[in-house]
Structure formats: C-alpha cells, structure tokens
DNA sequence: TCATTGTTTTGCTATTTGGCAAAATACGAA
DNA sequence: TTCGTATTTTGCCAAATAGCAAAACAATGA
C-alpha cells in the first residue's frame, strides 16, 4: 500500500515543474502534437520531450502517434477541477494579500 | 500571471515528494503536532520540520503554536478530493493492471 | 535563574533534476 | 533506397533537493 503513496507521490512530481504545468494546462484544452508543445514551452524540444515522457510515465498524460507527429493528451481526469480550485485558492490568496498589504499601507501613514 | 503558474508548481513539488505526502494525509484527518507526526514519517526530527515547512510555504498547511508544541494543519481544501480521485484513478489502473497480467497469464498456459 | 522538552536552523554530503547539444530512431515522400 | 521532418535518447554539467547531526531557539516548570 506504500506504493499508493509513492504513485502519487510521482503524479505531484510530475505536475510540480513549471514547463510541465504549462504543457498540462495546454492540454486541457484539448490534444496537442509535439511540435505545437515546444513553442509554447519556450525551451530546446529534447528538454521538452523528456517532460513529456515524465508525464506519461506518471499517468498524467497519454499520446498517440499519427503520421510523424506524436500527440499528447491528458489521462488523468481529475487534473482539470483541482487546477481550477486551486487558481480559487491563489485568487482568494492574494485578494487577502492584497488586503494585507493595504492595511499595512494605512498603518504606515 | 506567470506568478500562477510559478506558486502552483510550487504547490505541486511540495506535494510531489512520499513523506510530505504522508503527512498531507494524515492532516486531512485533522490537526497534528510535530511530534505526533515525526514517528508518522520515519525521519530525523530535523528533516521533518523542514518537510513541514516546506508545506507550509506552498500553502499547503499552516500552524500554531500551543505550549511548546506547533500544530500542523490543511489550509488548502482542495487537496483531500484531488486525493481521492487519484486514489480512485490508481485503483482503477491497478485493476486493470492486474487485467493485463490475469489475460497475459492466461495466454502463458 | 537553570534545566528540560519540543521545534527550527545551519552545515555538510550524496543524489536527483533540468537544461542543451549531439546522436539515434521513426516515418513518410520522392 | 535515400532524404527530410518529427521525436526520443544519450552524455554531460550546473543547480536543486533530501538526509542526518549538531547547534540554536522557544516555552515551560523547578
């Protein structure tokens, strides 16, 4: 049952780099061949393709291969809503934060 | 707005790593002093708390002091459901791993 | 005050990770 | 088959991370 822990464990991982969160967020939306991934990453295609294999190797993703081109899409069903809960939580966050900063700023007048 | 992406990568890798997760479990079922958790994880001490704080950082957790103990709890309600749908994910997997081998067992014989 | 208990910080390795470039592989077209 | 395009793998280096042990910090009680 350990290795319950550890395959999510590897799911955060996997999700806890920001090329690899743009790549996710990307593919939620809908599939995406490689070659549409790199520029939208910013980063050499090699780099991007080992982020790619990361993800499929944790689950996260799945691909297909059609003609030259590899598509990548998202397997994991649950990403989605927890990716929107948490731009909720950061959103309240820094609202709050906000407000902190505010009534700091009244206190320093 | 890269700053989205920046602090729920960070959310992520706070999470992406089997004892950090060991303890978000175990706070899902409410609060815990770090010597309640320490014997949880199977650390050093010091490497627990710098797991903890780790979390805490991330937003993850937050804690208060109470006598000489620090209690460690959720702060982000959004983890325990994105937990039991991986969980639900992983079983199904794991079935159907399991599927795999029972059909290739099968062609063995 | 001083000693004790609970926790965090610092200092130090060993290991892992992310990046690019170059080489290797896969596939379709000429 | 050979060429060209798309992708992955390998090799290498720099930076980040996890771990323990020891030192530093509270907060409480004697």
Known sequence: MN?????????????????????????????????????????????????????KEAGVLKHSKRGTNVYYSLQMECVPGFLSCLNNFLGKNLESQVKDYASNSIKRL
């Open 3 to 55: 290795k319950n822990i550890e395959a999510k464990a590897k799911i955060f991982k996997a999700l806890g780099h920001p090329s690899r969160l743009v790549i996710v967020e990307a593919l939620c939306e809908g599939e995406l061949c490689v070659c549409d991934i790199v520029p939208l990453v910013g980063r050499d295609i090699s780099t991007v393709s080992k982020h790619l294999s990361l993800l």
